[in-house]
C-alpha cells in the first residue's frame, strides 16, 4: 500500500505541473458552438481545436487530481474504500458538453506537440512533388496509397512522421509512417506493401517484418501492415486505427 501511495502523490505532482501549463478557464457549448469561458467573458473558438484540447485536458486533469487527492486522503487514513473509477470512466461521465469530443483530447499531453516538432531523418530519396501527392499538412507521399493513409491519420488527429528513419540490427530503416499513440506514448510502426506482385517484393517484405518483430515491435500491437485491399476498403484502415492506435 505504502507503493500505492507513492505512486499517487508522484501522479497528483506531475497533474499539478502539467496544469499549471494549461490556459485559464472552462470550455462551454451552446449547440454547436464551443466558448472560452474565463470569469464572465466568453470567446467563441469552435474553429480553435488546439484550444479546445487543452481545455478538455485540463477538465480531465482536474478530475484526476480530485480523484488522488481523495486517495491519498483515504490510503493514508489506513485504506478504508479507494475509489478506483478508470480514466475513461472518469471522461464519459463529464458534462454534456464534453460528450461528443474524441476521447484522445482528454489525454492529449503538450508531449505529442514536441515529438511532432522535433527534427528528424527523413528517407534521403527524394519525392518529386510533380509526381507525389500532399495533405493538408503539406506532406508530399510517394505513393497515392501512403497518401490516403495518411489523411485518415489527419482526420483522425493521429500523430506521426513519414519516413522517419530507425535503427534496427544496426541497419538503418525507414518505416511508411512512426505513429505516437496518443494516449500512452506508445511507438507503432506502420507499413504499406502495395507491390507484392513484383518478382523479390515478397522476399524484402518478410524480411522486413522479420526484422521489425526481433526488435519487440508486435503485429495488431506495435506494427500495422496493410495491403492495397485495404486502401480500396478504407474502412479497414479505420478498424486498424480505432482498435489499435486510439486503443488506450
Known amino acids: 500500500m505504502n507503493k500505492m501511495l507513492e505512486y499517487c502523490k508522484k501522479k497528483l505532482a506531475k497533474i499539478i505541473k502539467e496544469l499549471q501549463k494549461l490556459p485559464d478557464g472552462r470550455l462551454k457549448r451552446r449547440m454547436d458552438t464551443y466558448y ?18 487543452q481545455l478538455c485536458r485540463k477538465k480531465h486533469l482536474l ?10 486522503s483515504i490510503i ?10 478508470t480514466e475513461k470512466e472518469m471522461i464519459r461521465a463529464l458534462p454534456s458538453t464534453y460528450q461528443g469530443l474524441p476521447a484522445f483530447y482528454f489525454l492529449y ?34 505513393s497515392k496509397s501512403e497518401y490516403i493513409i495518411a489523411t485518415i491519420l489527419d482526420f483522425y ?3 506521426y512522421r513519414y519516413e522517419a528513419a530507425i535503427t534496427l540490427d544496426r541497419k538503418v530503416e525507414y518505416p511508411d509512417f512512426t505513429i505516437l499513440n496518443p494516449y500512452n506514448g506508445t511507438l507503432i510502426i ?32 506495435t506494427l500495422i501492415c496493410t495491403f492495397e485491399p485495404d486502401i480500396n476498403d478504407t ?11 486510439l486503443k488506450a
Open 109 to 142: 499531453s503538450s508531449s505529442i506537440e514536441d515529438w511532432l516538432a522535433e527534427p528528424y531523418e527523413r528517407n534521403p530519396i527524394q519525392i518529386k512533388k510533380s509526381a507525389g501527392y500532399t495533405t493538408r499538412r503539406g506532406i508530399t507521399f510517394r
Open 63 to 72: 478530475n484526476c487530481k480530485k480523484q488522488l487527492e481523495k486517495n491519498i
Open 157 to 159: 488527429n493521429i500523430p
Open 190 to 221: 506502420w507499413e504499406h506493401f502495395g507491390a507484392i506482385n513484383q518478382p523479390g517484393y515478397v522476399e524484402k517484405m518478410s524480411n522486413k517484418m522479420n526484422l521489425y518483430m526481433r526488435n519487440g515491435y508486435i503485429p495488431y500491437e
Open 76 to 85: 493514508s487514513r489506513h485504506f478504508n474504500k479507494i475509489d478506483e473509477t
Open 36 to 53: 472560452h469561458v474565463t470569469g464572465k467573458k466568453e470567446i467563441g473558438i469552435t474553429k480553435n481545436l488546439g484550444l479546445i484540447r
Open 235 to 245: 474502412s479497414r484502415l479505420e478498424v486498424l486505427i480505432e482498435n489499435i492506435i
